[in-house]
């Protein structure tokens, strides 16, 4: 879908994109109510946010075509409030397992900035995912 978009003549900006989709609802809802948006991405559908292939591709569809809003949700889990029922170094494990995709979408959401457009990052009440010492 990316390079269809990519090629077209003059690539028509997309209103929405889901990165991180879990149950891709707010895709489903932006197809009904005839929202311009990419395919949400998620690893059931076989994408990944710490994979450099995955990578290029949604940054050229960021440069080149464009996103006006970006949504993110990316795993929590071990920063929730039940990693902290995990030892210090299994809870270290588990973030740093995460860490090339944040990182990816962190700098995602400064290409957005950079381009005056805007994203929205989920994080759950009492979730430590936001504090940098946290990622590492």
């Given at each position: 879908?990316?390079?269809e978009a990519?090629h077209?003549?003059?690539?028509?900006?997309?209103?929405?994109?889901?990165?991180?989709?879990?149950?891709?609802?707010?895709?489903a809802q932006?197809a009904?109510?005839g929202v311009?948006?990419f395919?949400?991405?998620?690893y059931?559908y076989?994408w990944?946010?710490?994979?450099?292939?995955?990578?290029?591709?949604?940054?050229?569809?960021?440069?080149?075509?464009?996103v006006?809003?970006?949504?993110m949700a990316?795993?929590?889990?071990?920063?929730g409030s039940?990693?902290?029922?995990?030892?210090?170094?299994?809870?270290?494990?588990?973030?740093q397992?995460?860490?090339p995709s944040l990182m990816?979408?962190?700098?995602?959401c400064?290409?957005q900035i950079?381009?005056g457009?805007g994203?929205m990052?989920?994080n759950?009440?009492?979730?430590d995912?936001?504090?940098?010492?946290n990622?590492?």
């Open positions: 879908f990316i390079a990519t077209e003549e003059k690539p028509v900006i997309k209103s929405f994109w889901e990165l991180c989709s879990g149950s891709s609802a707010l895709s932006a009904k109510k311009s948006h395919p949400p991405v998620d059931r076989g990944n946010c710490a994979r450099t292939r995955d990578q290029v591709a949604m940054v050229t569809a960021l440069t080149t075509v464009g006006r809003m970006l949504f990316p795993s929590c889990h071990p920063w039940n990693s902290r029922t995990l030892s210090s170094e299994a809870r270290r494990m588990k973030r397992a995460e860490r990816f979408l962190a700098m995602l400064l290409l950079v381009m457009r994203y990052f989920e759950p009440a009492f979730s995912i936001l504090y940098p010492m990622l590492l």
